[in-house]
């Protein structure tokens, strides 16, 4: 099969250009998507010594009649002007399956993953198996293990959404996960001590494996369900917020962070496959660099990202930063109004630099004063503020947005989470058909 980089084939719209190894889906295997969310993907190229984060790598290809040749990372231009060097020893898609594209592609179109949800129920998902339960040991973690639990109880006991309307999630098996992650890192999650290195809780190495994946990975793969899926929901509803989710230290051959699975690397591989798209932005907003799916879409143009963390704690993953396409590094002690500030001039560089068909942003609450682990001083009020910015950046452009919970390590993190879900609602950036003003 020839590498080709096709423009406009069967369309009628703006030109818009990607890149592709493999042949079309079958008719009948993707999901419909609404003919707004087809635009053109890059916009000319910013200085390396931009604001808000444009000294990241820089932009890649992706392109129109008024996008010449721009300069990219770890790619260049072969002698037909028309395709990437890149391309001739790998597909467009980042960590291929070990068998290969095709069956990459065969796994996720006999996923049962993306489940038909009614229009009765609002796009959060969430299921009670999200919460870690296991032995005592999940407090040995400053993770707050319960606070998916918390957040929905806050917002169905206060009235702003009925139970009956929140969707649960499948777990995602072995052949899902493997859509993504190799044969030998699942392998390496028989092992107990393997585990307990990356959810960083040394006993865990002690408790028969069969014990940890009911009590410990079964959760996760739970909440990898759940952000698959809610990527289709935003897809067809708009937005979509996953109460779970977020593992973004997480990538095809590592775990590590309390991370054991990339389920943003999924969600994507899973849209773009299913869904038909070829362009998606992560928002990274958690106090740590998303080093996991940086490194899974190293080398993909259809994936932008723009990460803002603090450069000072983990991981410190230096390979991964040379990924990042719009990176805005922190310091410890940053506050509330220097963080927006930063926020917004990112947002508008982001803007004016790539157009995608769906914005998967990982809204990590590990930002708030007090927290452990991401050492910021942001508000709770920060917060709220913070995600409306990215709902309101999303919906001016009609991006569909994908809203993942990721980290925060202190139990006042559901609060704000819920309270920031609320104001989402009372100014109209969501619906979750329970409204009290």
């Known amino acids: 099969m020839q590498n080709t980089c096709t423009r406009n084939q069967g369309w009628t719209g703006p030109p818009r ?20 969310l087809f635009r053109v993907t890059r916009a000319p190229e910013l200085r390396q ?36 060097r890149r391309m001739a020893s790998s597909s467009s898609s980042p960590a291929p399956a070990p068998a290969g594209e095709s069956l990459r592609q065969k796994r996720i179109l006999s996923s049962k993953l993306y489940l038909d949800v009614p229009s009765s129920k609002a796009p959060v998902v969430y299921s009670p198996a999200y919460d870690i339960s296991f032995l005592g040991f999940e407090k040995l973690h400053p993770f707050e293990s319960a606070k998916w639990g918390r957040i929905c109880r806050y917002l169905t006991r206060e009235g702003h959404l009925e139970k009956k309307k929140l969707v649960e999630p499948l777990e995602a098996c072995k052949e899902d996960l493997l859509v993504v992650h190799t044969e030998k890192y699942l392998n390496s999650l028989k092992s107990s001590y393997r585990v307990a290195s990356i959810v960083e809780v040394p006993p ?45 230290h997480c990538s ?3 775990g590590g962070g309390f991370c054991a699975y990339a389920d943003i690397s999924l969600c994507i591989q899973f849209a773009f496959v299913r869904l038909n ?34 450069a000072g704690i983990y991981p410190f993953d230096f390979t991964a930063k040379q990924y990042i396409d719009q990176k805005v590094e922190l310091v410890s002690g940053t506050k509330t109004d220097e963080y927006l500030e930063q926020l917004d001039n990112a947002l508008e560089v982001c803007k004016s630099r790539f157009q995608p068909q769906l914005i998967v942003y990982n809204a990590g609450t590990d930002i708030l004063d007090g927290d452990p682990l991401g050492k910021l001083e942001i508000s709770p009020e920060g917060v709220v503020t913070r995600d409306e910015k990215v709902f309101r950046f999303a919906k001016d452009q009609n991006i569909p947005v994908l809203m993942l919970t990721s980290g925060g390590y202190m139990k006042s993190s559901a609060r704000v989470i819920a309270d920031s879900i609320i104001n989402l609602s009372n100014k109209n950036l969501i619906e979750l058909g329970n409204q009290l003003g």
């Open 17 to 36: 250009k990607w890149c592709s190894t493999s042949a079309p889906n079958p008719p009948g295997t993707a999901t419909a998507v609404p003919l707004f």
């Open 49 to 84: 010594d931009s604001p808000a984060g444009g000294a990241g790598r820089t932009p890649r290809p992706f392109g129109s009649s008024s996008t010449p040749h721009l300069a990219t990372r770890a790619l260049s231009y072969s002698a037909s002007p028309s395709c990437w």
């Open 204 to 248: 865990v190495s002690l408790v028969p494996n069969w014990i940890v994946h009911k009590k410990l990975l079964y959760p996760f793969r739970k909440q990898v369900g759940g952000s698959i899926l809610s990527a289709k929901l935003a897809l067809e509803r708009g937005w979509s917020i996953n109460v779970g989710g977020g593992f973004h």
């Open 252 to 254: 095809a051959e590592e």
């Open 277 to 310: 798209i070829s362009s998606v932005l992560i928002i990274d907003l958690d106090a740590h660099q998303g080093n996991g799916h940086e490194k899974d879409f190293a080398n993909d143009g259809r994936v932008y990202i723009l990460d803002m963390y603090n």
